[in-house]
């Protein structure tokens, strides 16, 4: 771990106490999006510039499928001129995809420990840096590069530089999200690694959406100066989206009963390993999700905001679920493309406005179907 980010987890934030675990959902239970049960938060710095929620609804209608054979595709974003980079979670390879031909390998990031659900997660882009959440042989960390015009893995860019270390890993709950936000910010979504103690702990970025500088450090206005933690109790935070007013939203797997998505306020608390879904809040301390599923109707991963309407790719759920933004509050989930693609891992909306959906059957728990794994690609309103 480097001195930075021990000096930034050695800030104090504020004290926790615990509360009463929640009820299992019977389905997908959407609520008001003002009702969180906690106290206000400190308020959010005033972004600089919009980032994604707005543009027309894409049309979920027959997808076209611009890619296939991917070893496991994790994270995915888009360059300015269109074309998307995608990470291979197991063989640490980022592809670019044209829509045109087959993927090209663009960079091998080097120093990628794939294991479990670790390996090369969560990828940005901001300017001409590439940014990654990776695996190491100790612990989950981020990452930036440059690439070249070179033809050669092997000098394909930059070495890269380490931004942000000391995030535990585990064969399991690694988070690994990560997104510019429209204040152009990196946030950056981490599991509990299996120790659920580390979602409560101040000192531990694990179990935390962190909110950092392109250089890693933390970002000024943050709840606690010099603390990175912008917000914590959360299990396993795989999806961040923000809409159309500048909200973050998130997806984060539950455990036995629910997974969530939630509105992220800084300096909230949203309770695990205490409450898992919708519980009580202890009189404001804990705050509760907008909404829930049973775990085997999603476990999400990507989040994407496009036309007043959240996206969320489910995993062991195999379907994509639609969520309406309806002003303060959340509508009535819809779940498409059930069982049609198998599992759905990530969710983004491209520089055109049309929505991009990959999958993840060759994860080691999807069952393999022919051509996978793919990226789909559906058109703008």
Known sequence: MTLRTLAA???????????????PAAGPTPAPADSTGAAPGSASPRPSSSAGGGGARPRLTAADEIATGIDVPWGLAFLSGGDALVAERDSGRILRVTGEGRPQPVYQVPGVAAGGEGGLLGIATR???????????DDNRIVRFRLNDSESLNDSGSRPEVVFDGIAKAGFHNGGRIAFGPDNLLYVGTGDAGETGRAQDPGSP???????TPEGDPAPGNPTAGSPVYSL??????GLAWDARD?????????????????IQPGRNYGWPEVEGEGGTDGGRYTNPLVTWPTSDASPSGLAIAGGTLYVAGLR??????????????GTPEARFTNEYGRLRTVAVAPDGSLWLTTSNTDGRGDVRDGDDRILRFPAG
């Open 9 to 23: 987890l050695a800030a104090t934030f504020f004290a926790l106490a615990a509360c009463g675990t929640a009820d």
């Open 127 to 137: 300017g001409d840096w590439v940014y990654a959440y990776l695996t190491a042989a």
């Open 206 to 212: 694990n179990g935390k959406i962190l909110r950092l």
């Open 233 to 238: 109790g959360h299990r396993n935070v795989q």
């Open 247 to 263: 909200r973050l939203f998130a997806t984060e797997f539950g455990q036995n009963d629910v997974d969530e998505v939630n509105l």
């Open 317 to 330: 759920g195999e379907r994509l679920w639609t969520v309406p933004i309806e002003g303060d509050r959340l």
